[in-house]
């Protein structure tokens, strides 16, 4: 089954065979994580809220995390910029006010749930089909 790992990760747009090698040095299968926010955590890319006695300042992205993973999936990230799906999300990011790589962690955050789902389930990546009947 393990065989199958490097041909999952490489499937998903922007993950070639370094960034595949990166991830699975650094995750392996990815059953140490429960869940995909499990994931975010450790590779530094989920929100973390600042705090100090009575004062919240927010959520703001983490300086802790596994710097060669966060890289991993923040360089994949920009690879997929190519890819339609992505670039979408990454546009609407933009459209909302982020500055460039504050929307490239929201999408390598975004893909890290999906990355998750496909180690996972030990599946290729596959792209959602487009209904046509939403989009009229």
């Known amino acids: 089954m393990r065989t199958l790992l490097p041909r999952v990760l490489t499937s998903m747009p922007g993950i070639g065979v370094r960034t595949a090698a990166r ?3 650094e995750v392996g299968d990815g059953t140490a994580f429960a869940t995909p926010g499990h994931l975010a955590a ?16 927010g959520e703001h992205p983490p300086k802790g995390g596994n710097k060669h993973l966060k890289r991993a999936f ?28 504050a929307a490239l962690i929201c999408l390598a955050r975004r893909r890290v749930d999906v990355l998750f789902a496909m180690l996972r389930d030990q599946t290729p990546y596959q ?8 989009t009229a």
């Open 23 to 25: 991830i699975m040095l």
């Open 42 to 57: 450790y590779a530094g890319l989920a929100p973390v809220t600042r705090r100090s006695g009575s004062s919240i300042r």
């Open 74 to 101: 923040f360089l994949a990230a920009f690879a997929s910029l190519a890819h339609p799906p992505s670039r979408a999300y990454y546009d609407r990011k933009r459209a909302q006010g982020k500055k460039h790589n």
């Open 127 to 134: 792209t959602r089909p487009v209904n046509h009947a939403l």
